[in-house]
């Protein structure tokens, strides 16, 4: 039974800092490619980064590139995403994903960024 299980998510201000966890369980996770995505009101998914199953190799939206940091620990199941100098704009749920199943999605964490 696969779980993306995210959480870590809540209210920040403007240029706040989160860090967001998936714990992963029901396949092996070591061996496959990560990735986080995000759903704001209103809009459609986006990518906000990926890395590659051993973590050699990660890449990131333009949008939050230089503020934002995938990461993963293979032995604990579980990836991560530091995210500093939040904008208004960071406001959306937040999901991880595994590219063994494309159609499977956990219930996200909230992330809110407001004064």
């Known amino acids: 039974q696969v779980q993306l299980v995210e959480s870590g998510g809540g209210l920040v201000q403007p240029g706040g800092s989160l860090r967001l966890s998936c714990a992963a369980s029901?396949?092996?996770?070591?061996?496959?490619?990560m990735s986080w995505y995000r759903q704001a009101p209103g809009k459609s998914r986006e990518l906000v980064a990926f890395?590659?199953?051993?973590?050699?190799?990660?890449n990131y939206a333009d949008s939050v590139k230089g503020r934002v940091t995938i990461s993963r620990d293979n032995a604990k199941k579980t990836l991560y995403l530091q995210m500093n100098s939040l904008e208004p704009e960071d406001a959306a749920v937040y999901y991880c994903?595994?590219?063994?199943?494309?159609?499977?999605w956990g219930q996200g964490t909230q992330v809110t960024v407001s004064s």
């Open positions: 890395i590659t199953s051993t973590g050699a190799y990660r």
């Open positions: 994903k595994t590219e063994l199943f494309p159609n499977y």
């Open positions: 029901g396949f092996g996770f070591s061996a496959y490619d």
